[in-house]
C-alpha cells in the first residue's frame, strides 16, 4: 500500500468510528481531500485507491491539477473550499462541483449570473464566520437568516449546507455545535466543518463533511495560502 492509501484508509477508519460512537451512520459523512499546494500525482494516487472527492482552495490552483483528473475520472467532485472573488466567479461555475464559499451578496449574485450563462449549478454551501473574526472570510451569523434568504429567493442558488472555520485558539466543538444548529434551523441537510486536527470532533457534532489535508497528504510546503 502507498502511503497516501494508508493514510486514507486511517482516515476513513477513524470518520466511521467517530460516527458510530455517536450513533450517526458512517455513510452520511463525505471525506473531502484536501489537495491544495500538492500536485496531480499525490490527488491520483488517492483517485486509484477509490477517493473522488478533492477540495482546493484556489481557482488558479485547482484549474492547473484538476481538469485532466476530470476527464480521466468521470466521478471526480470537486469542492471549492476557499475564498472566491467575483472575478473569479465564472472559471469557479465551470470547474467546481460544489462551491463551499458563499459569504456575501455580490457572490451570489455573480454566481447566479454565472450558473445561468453557464448552464451548470454547482452545489453551494454558505461559509459562516462562527469566531467573527474580522480578517476571516463568512457571512457574520447574525447576518445569516437575511443570507440564507437572499441566496434561495432572491438568486436561487442551490444552496444546501453551511460550511465553517473555527478560530484556531478556540475550542472547535463549540462552533460546530453552533453551526450544526443553524443548518438545522435554515433546514440544511449540509454541515462542512472539521480539518486534520478536529474531524473526529466534528463528525461526532453532526458534519456530513470533513475537510482533511494535512492528515492525508502530509504537511504543505510553506508560502502557500493556508485555512485563512
Ligand atoms: C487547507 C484547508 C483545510 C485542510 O486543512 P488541514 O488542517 O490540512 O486538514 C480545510 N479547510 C479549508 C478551508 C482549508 O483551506
Redesign the pocket.
Known sequence: MSEGAERLADVKARIIKAAESAGRNPAEVTLVA?S?THGADRVKELLEVGQRVF?E?RVQEAQEKFPALKAEYADLELHL??PLQTNKAREAVVLFDVIQSVDREKLAATLAKEMDRAGRRPACFIQVNTGEEPQKAGILPADLDAFVVACRDTYKLPIVGLMC?PPVDEEPALHFALLAKMAARHGLAKVSMG???DYETAVRLGATHV?????LFGQ?QTGHA??A
Open positions: 484536501v491544495k477540495g482552495n473550499i476557499g472555520i480539518m486534520s486536527a475537510r482533511v489535508g494535512s492528515a504543505r493556508g485555512a
